[in-house]
């Protein structure tokens, strides 16, 4: 078989399995169980075959890119907050959920140096594992790779757009009642179906009706068991997204949903499975809640450029090239990535008076 043929004999697998999988669950899923499939099905969801995912350009074969990819600038910057929380715990050890191609975890030990003694990656994919092994391996034996939170983390967890892969559940408002939309087969495709349910967004509305929307239980789960490994330190979550009154404004009744597939988006995540990235924003007030209820504390909320330019992007702006000045633009700009991407903040047996750095000036945790 052709290697160019790979990918489309990988969705077929995978929409093959995806459809008996339903009819054995009676005809139909709930989304957020479609998504875990698509996504994280193993060696067959998006993220669990081999395909290339972040790249610059649709020429690579890649899909997106991130932040570290546009500019090692971006991890440095963000180096900034890390060690100020490792040298205020006397710590030395750096927890990254979810490493992509590896680019964010090889500029923060590049600039972190001597205070990162350990890199811990959490990473599901094998072969995202491969390629960051492969990357990253002029660092030897400070990094290590594991397939789940540590029990017990002592220092500072970052994540650069984790929060939004992770599945949703997608509620319509059809103007007198809830239902939840799922995903059955109809003559070999994949359509929407949707149930009565007793689930219901995290706000009142109103909304209007066709409105469709998405909530976000493993999120928030996710954050809760962050929340009992993390003894003491730090976790720093970089993600496109809003809080609650934005997400779900009247205005916003089509919900957030997007697909990703050679640099182009679209709202169908029904076709080609396996073969796009499925994401949905943020909604960073029930992260920050479900942070407080599992006793952590919020250290600060706020726009991407904000955290980076509290950081000292400006600084080292100045001492760049013009190419590099750029390309770093684009992490700040409000029409780029500045206003959409945010950063929230959450820590545990941190120093009294302890100020996180990224959140000296225009926190908006007020709004959460």
Known sequence: MHR?????????????????????????????????AALYMPGLGY???????????????????????????????????????????????????????????????????????????????????????????AFGERVRWVDALPEGIEGVV???????????????????????????????KFVFADRPTELRPPVEGPFVPGTVTEIHPQARAFIATLAEKLQRGAAFFIDYGFPEAEYYHP???????????????????LSDVGLKDITAHVDFTGIALAG???????????????????????????????????????????HEMGELFKVIGFGRGLPEGFDPIGFVHGDRSHRL
């Open 47 to 137: 993220y669990a075959h081999g395909g290339v995912k972040f790249g610059w350009s649709p020429e690579s074969g890649s899909d997106f890119v991130t932040a570290p990819e546009i500019s090692p600038l971006f991890g440095h910057t963000v180096a900034v907050q890390v060690a100020q929380v490792l040298d205020a715990t006397g710590l030395a050890e750096v927890v990254e959920f979810g490493a992509g191609t590896g680019a964010l975890a090889q500029q923060l030990l590049e600039a972190l140096g001597d205070r990162c003694a350990r890199y811990t990656i959490v990473e599901l994919s094998a072969s995202l594992r491969q390629r960051q092994q492969q990357r990253l391996a």
């Open 251 to 269: 205005q916003r009744h089509g919900g957030t949903l997007m697909c990703h597939r050679a640099h182009q988006a679209d709202t169908d995540p």
């Open 158 to 188: 970052v994540g650069n757009e984790v929060l939004d892969a992770m599945p949703v559940q997608l509620l319509h408002w059809d103007g007198t009642q809830w239902l939840e939309r799922g995903v059955a087969v109809d003559e070999w």
């Open 292 to 334: 407080q209820d599992a006793g952590l504390d919020v250290l600060g909320y706020t726009s991407q450029g904000h955290f980076l330019m509290n950081c000292g992007l400006a600084e080292r702006l100045a001492q760049a090239g013009v190419r590099e000045r750029t390309m770093a633009q684009k992490l700040m700009q409000e």
């Open 4 to 36: 160019e043929d790979e990918p489309a004999s990988v969705s077929a697998a995978l929409a093959q399995q995806i459809r008996q999988d339903i009819a054995a669950a009676g005809g139909w899923w709930p989304f957020d169980r479609f998504m875990a």
